[in-house]
C-alpha cells in the first residue's frame, strides 16, 4: 500500500478509515511476527467513528489543551491505537516499521511517555476509568466543554475498580464522560461471558446511573448515532456505549480461529491476511 498524506486522505469515508486502521495494524504485526491484531480488527470500527467523526482533536496538535480526551484503558490494545494515531496523522506511517523495537515510539504494550497522541499508560485492567473520572472532573472544572472517552475492554467489567470508578462518575454526574466498552467476548482464558459474565450489560451499567445504549460495534452506522446520542444527551449522566464487535473482523480466515485473544499468524499467512483484507476494501 502506497504511504498517502493525510492532507490527501482528508476526503475518506468511516468505511476506508476502518479499513486502513485494519491494514496498519496488520502490517504492525508482521513487522514483530505477533501481536493482538484481532482486537486491532475487531476495534477499527470504533476507531475509524471516534478519531474521524467524534474527537475534536488537531492531530499536528496532540497536546492541544482544548482537545477531547481518549484514553486507551487496554494497554495491549496498543497495536490498535497507534494504527488509529497514524491513520489521523498525529503518527508517520513510515514509523510501522518500528513498531516492537528497541527505542521505537510504538512499544508493543502501550507508554503515555513514548507515543504521541496517547492519553495514558494503560494495561492493568480496570484502571482506564478511574483516570477518565478524574480526568473529566478536572476539565470541568476548568470549563472548556471537552470530552473525555474511555475505551475498555469487556474483560474489563471483572474489576472491581471498574465499578467503582462508575459508581463516582455517576455521583458526580460527569456528563462529559463517554466510556466505550469493547465487547468480544473473548478473553486470555475462553469467552468473557464464560470467564466472569457481566451480562446484562447495559441494564448493569443502567443500574449504576449511565444513560447506556449497546450496539454491533462493526456497524459504522450503528456506531456514530451511538456516539452522537452519546454527546447530544442532555442529562447529567456519565454515557457508556457497549460496542459488540468480532475479533479479526475483516479477515475471516482468521475470523474462523477458535482463540483470537493472541491469535497465532503463521509467517506466511501475514501476506495472505494483507491480500484478503485488499479484496474487501470498501471503494
Known amino acids: 500500500m502506497t504511504a498517502v498524506s493525510p492532507q490527501s486522505r482528508s476526503n475518506l469515508s468511516l468505511a476506508q ?10 502490517r504492525m504485526g508482521e513487522v514483530q511476527g505477533q501481536g493482538y491484531v484481532g482486537q486491532a480488527l475487531g476495534v477499527a470500527d470504533v476507531l475509524a467513528v471516534s478519531y474521524f467523526h ?3 482533536t488537531r492531530p499536528h496538535d496532540p497536546e492541544w489543551e482544548g482537545r477531547d480526551r481518549f484514553l486507551l484503558s487496554i494497554g495491549h490494545y ?11 496523522g498525529v503518527l508517520p506511517e513510515a514509523e510501522i516499521e518500528t513498531y516492537g523495537m528497541d527505542d521505537s515510539r510504538l512499544p508493543m504494550s ?19 476509568l478511574g483516570i477518565g473520572v478524574g480526568m473529566a472532573l478536572g476539565l470541568r472544572r476548568k470549563g472548556g466543554g471537552q470530552f473525555v472517552y474511555n475505551l475498555m475492554s ?14 463516582g462518575a ?8 463517554i466510556c466505550i466498552v469493547d465487547f468480544n467476548d473473548q478473553q486470555a482464558d475462553g469467552p468473557s461471558t464464560e470467564t466472569l459474565s457481566a451480562e446484562p450489560v447495559a441494564d ?3 443500574a449504576f446511573g449511565w444513560h447506556s445504549q449497546r450496539v454491533d460495534g462493526n456497524d459504522l452506522d450503528a456506531l456514530v448515532a451511538a456516539f452522537d446520542a452519546a454527546r447530544a444527551h442532555d442529562g447529567p449522566e456519565p454515557r457508556v456505549i457497549v460496542a459488540d464487535t468480532r475479533m479479526c473482523r475483516g479477515v475471516p480466515f482468521l475470523e474462523a480461529r477458535e482463540m483470537t485473544h493472541f491469535v497465532r499468524v503463521e509467517p506466511e499467512e501475514w501476506g495472505r ?4 483484507l485488499e479484496e474487501g476494501a470498501p471503494r
Open 170 to 177: 455517576a455521583h458526580h454526574k460527569l456528563s462529559n464522560l
Open 273 to 276: 491476511a494483507l491480500a484478503v
Open 78 to 88: 496498543a497495536i490498535a491505537l497507534y494504527a488509529a494515531l497514524i491513520e489521523a
Open 54 to 56: 467524534a474527537l475534536n
Open 204 to 206: 448493569k451499567w443502567r
Open 17 to 26: 478509515r476502518a479499513h486502513n486502521i485494519r491494514h496498519h495494524a496488520l
Open 154 to 167: 469487556d474483560g474489563e467489567l471483572g474489576e472491581g475498580s471498574t465499578w467503582e470508578a462508575a459508581m
Open 110 to 128: 502501550g507508554m503515555a511517555s513514548y507515543t504521541p497522541g496517547m492519553e495514558i499508560t494503560g494495561g492493568s485492567l480496570g484502571h482506564g
